[in-house]
């Protein structure tokens, strides 16, 4: 299944430009306002997309504009055509109900808090996330960091 609404389809991931061993960030805002990133429930968004050898450590989400009604969103892998990896693998869970910044609560499966230190692929993939959420996430603004290193 591909993603129901896909960020990814008009760009290249950004990595340095001078490689191998650099750690670096990708950022990524989302504006739920507006009516193309209304995500439903039990639908899924592609946020950036990962080049192959990249491992991402953790994906942290800074939530500038809350939605109060939604405390239910995973984050996590997808293979680049949309199909989940782990959809969970990072946040599962996360609330944007307040602003501030969400991490991993959980020690999911990609958590440095479970010592699997991030995921890493040999093919392109892509970060995503899930609305499990029973209400629509329309309101929220929404940052994703994703924190890398360039091991190709």
Not at 76 to 87: E, K, L
Not at 116 to 123: H, P
């Amino acid at each position: 299944m591909a993603f129901d609404i896909d960020l990814t389809t008009a760009e290249k991931a950004a990595v340095p430009v001078d490689g191998l061993g650099k750690v670096f960030v990708m950022k990524k805002e989302v504006d739920f306002y507006v009516a193309a990133s209304h995500l439903a429930n039990a639908k899924s968004m592609g946020l950036m997309l990962v080049p192959a050898g990249v491992l991402v450590l953790e994906v942290i989400m800074r939530v500038k504009t809350p939605d109060t009604d939604v405390t239910d969103v995973d984050i996590g892998s997808y293979t680049a055509a949309g199909v989940a990896v782990a959809a969970d693998g990072f946040q599962d869970g996360a609330t944007l109900a307040s602003a501030g910044i969400v991490r991993d609560v959980t020690g999911e499966t990609y958590s440095l808090q479970t010592g699997t230190a991030g995921y890493s692929s040999t093919d392109a993939w892509a970060i995503g996330i899930l609305n499990n959420d029973a209400d629509t996430i329309n309101e929220a603004v929404v940052e994703f960091i994703a924190l890398c290193v360039d091991c190709r």
